[in-house]
């Protein structure tokens, strides 16, 4: 039985930074697509940021495009999020999710799910 672990969420301000990590467990994840949700207050969760087994194909939602960056290790069976550029907008919970086939913006079709990590984007 696998499981996600997220953490490195916080408070940061408008502009800012932060850099989230998922540490699978339990099984190895090297052969599944890794990705990122959030769930913002009074929302439904949305896709955020997906990433091939090997890293070599990764997707971004419109919203975090060209400020997010998605990479994982599959020696340390980790997957990451960076965030630049942080908008109030993006606070949410956030959290990791695994799956056996490609890469899929969609909640249903992903196996595993990570309990969340808090961001918070605030001054």
């Known amino acids: 039985q696998g499981q996600l672990v997220e953490s490195g969420g916080g408070l940061a301000q408008p502009g800012g930074s932060l850099g989230l990590s998922c540490s699978a467990s339990g099984r190895t994840f090297s052969a599944y697509t890794m990705a990122w949700f959030r769930q913002a207050p009074g929302k439904e969760r949305e896709f955020v940021s997906a990433?091939?087994?090997?890293?070599?194909?990764?997707y971004y939602a419109d919203s975090v495009r060209g400020r997010c960056t998605i990479s994982r290790d599959n020696a340390k069976n980790t997957v990451y999020l960076q965030m630049n550029s942080l908008k109030p907008e993006d606070t949410a919970v956030y959290y990791c999710?695994?799956?056996?086939?490609?890469?899929?913006?969609?909640?249903?079709?992903?196996?595993?799910w990570g309990q969340g990590t808090q961001v918070t984007v605030s001054s």
């Open positions: 990433i091939s087994w090997n890293g070599g194909s990764t």
């Open positions: 999710a695994a799956r056996r086939g490609g890469s899929s913006p969609q909640i249903s079709v992903y196996d595993y």
